[in-house]
């Protein structure tokens, strides 16, 4: 257990419908980031907040997609009609800002019917 | 900007070892290794910050050639424990401490399987 946690763990939803996630970081991390992770592939980088301010995002997130990180703590992943290509493991990831290490929380799995 | 890894799957005996390279086609300017079990979140192994700097976690180590743009993760007597996809992560640019980068491009993992 890193500290970092994801809900729900698994999200069956069918296509078309709107689903979203939430990440809670171990409290002192300022820096949260959300990575997707396919089938035999890496986290790939969606977007990252420093605070509740979103920094960057990615150009795999496309307009259904959207994140917030209001008061800094407490994230939320929202999909909206949603895709078969949206199945995937979302990841959590937070950071100190004075260190290197990112911690992943334990994901949750989306599956698109 | 993905790093390239090798090789993609390694099968191992107990006590014997193996070896993970990460190489990308840009600058590479830090690397961070990961292991993830299955069905679990990746878990930070150690970063190299500086070429030819190499780190040690127990009986797993790594090196990193920043000229040569690769690095490599060094697994010795392996054990049971040591299941699962190592990744390796790199950095768009060169990191700062407290700056606000962090964004890490991964490469696509190496499976690696201990067998007793």
């Known amino acids: 257990d890193t500290g970092v946690s994801q809900n729900p763990r698994h999200k069956i939803t069918k296509r078309g419908q709107n689903v979203t996630f939430r990440c809670d970081p171990i409290?002192?991390?300022?820096?949260l980031y959300w990575y997707r992770q396919t089938l035999g592939q890496g986290p790939e980088f969606l977007t990252y907040f420093q605070n509740e301010a979103q920094l960057e995002k990615s150009r795999l997130l496309s307009d259904r997609f959207s994140a917030e990180r209001p008061k800094g703590s407490f994230s939320t992943l929202e999909i909206q009609r949603t895709e078969q290509g949206d199945s995937a493991m979302y990841l959590c990831?937070?950071?100190?800002?004075?260190?290197?290490?990112?911690?992943f929380g334990p994901g949750t799995r989306l599956t698109v019917t | 900007q993905q790093p390239v890894q090798s090789p993609q799957a390694v099968i191992l005996r107990e006590g014997e070892d193996a070896v993970i390279n990460c190489s990308s086609s840009?600058?590479?300017?830090?690397v961070h290794w990961y292991r993830q079990k299955h069905g679990e979140a990746p878990v930070f192994l150690m970063i190299l910050l500086k070429g030819g700097e190499q780190k040690g976690h127990e009986k797993i180590s790594a090196s990193f050639n920043e000229k040569k743009q690769q690095s490599s993760l060094y697994l010795t007597a392996s054990q049971l424990s040591y299941s699962g996809t190592y990744f390796c992560g790199t950095p768009v640019s060169r990191e700062v401490r407290g700056s606000t980068l962090g964004r890490l491009y991964f490469g696509r993992g190496t499976q690696l399987t201990v067998w007793p």
């Open positions: 409290s002192e991390h300022n820096r």
């Open positions: 990831a937070t950071k100190d800002s004075l260190d290197y290490e990112q911690y």
């Open positions: 840009k600058a590479l300017y830090s």
